[in-house]
């Protein structure tokens, strides 16, 4: 069975500053799919940046950037200068190709010092 | 282009009612997926709809918890004789054919009192 595993329940970090949010996973597929997840207080889920894992470069999305290590099976986010409203929790999901359901951590809850 | 609607957004129901939540897809899309969220948890897939059919149900409840999608109208998930224990928020996500990406509903939180 597909696993993912967020070790860190609680984050903080000074505003302005870099943070890191770690996510390993487990599976026996080859052709997969992770994603980071955003869920502020109003509980919408926002996708924040999606990886294919048959691809070597690591995804970027403006402040968002991702550690990919297939052979370790980790998927770490990276968030650059922080902001206020980027205080959130902050879910890894994983999905095999094709349309099927999406295996979520536990979530990290981030919190951002002004 | 509207995304996935869902409501109620709040739903209370007392010990033993019966509770449905609706999911409209955003337009075009085809594939509908519910998950559940209990407090400080992540979210837990349920079940998998395309129109008229259940695809995949490995996450469901055996018992109480249905789920469709009719070839008009939302994807309905309903809940009988609930229980405490089914209070949670209720997200439905959809997609299109033959893609990867899934857009989220607001969800719908359920209280059971």
């Known amino acids: 069975a597909q696993t993912v595993t967020q070790s860190q329940p609680e984050m903080s970090v000074q505003e302005a500053e870099t943070v890191t949010l770690s996510c390993t996973y487990d599976?026996?597929?080859?052709?997969?799919?992770l994603f980071w997840y955003k869920q502020p207080p109003s509980r919408q889920m926002i996708l924040v940046i999606r990886?294919?894992?048959?691809?070597?470069q690591n995804a970027t999305e403006n402040r968002f950037s991702v550690n990919f290590q297939k052979a370790a099976k980790s998927f770490s986010l990276k968030i650059s200068d922080s902001q206020l409203g980027d205080a959130a929790m902050y879910f890894c999901?994983?999905?095999?190709?094709?349309?099927?359901?999406?295996?979520f951590g536990k979530g990290t809850r981030l919190s951002v010092i002004a | 282009n509207a995304g996935v609607m869902q409501n109620p957004r709040h739903l209370v129901r007392r010990r033993g009612q019966e509770a449905r939540l609706r999911c409209s897809p955003m337009?075009?899309?085809?594939?509908v997926y519910w998950y559940r969220q209990l407090p400080e948890e992540g979210l837990k897939f349920m079940v998998y709809?395309?129109?008229?059919?259940?695809?995949?149900e490995s996450g469901m409840p055996k018992e109480r918890f249905s789920a469709e999608f009719p070839k008009e109208g939302p994807s309905i998930l309903r809940i009988q004789q609930v229980v405490r224990g089914d209070s949670a928020a209720y997200f439905c996500?959809?997609?299109?054919?033959?893609?990867?990406?899934?857009?989220f509903g607001p969800g719908t939180r359920l209280t059971v009192t």
């Open positions: 599976t026996s597929e080859s052709d997969y799919y």
């Open positions: 709809l395309q129109k008229e059919n259940i695809i995949d």
């Open positions: 990886q294919e894992a048959y691809k070597q």
């Open positions: 996500a959809s997609s299109p054919r033959g893609t990867h990406e899934q857009y």
């Open positions: 337009k075009g899309h085809s594939h």
């Open positions: 999901a994983y999905r095999i190709s094709g349309n099927t359901p999406l295996v």
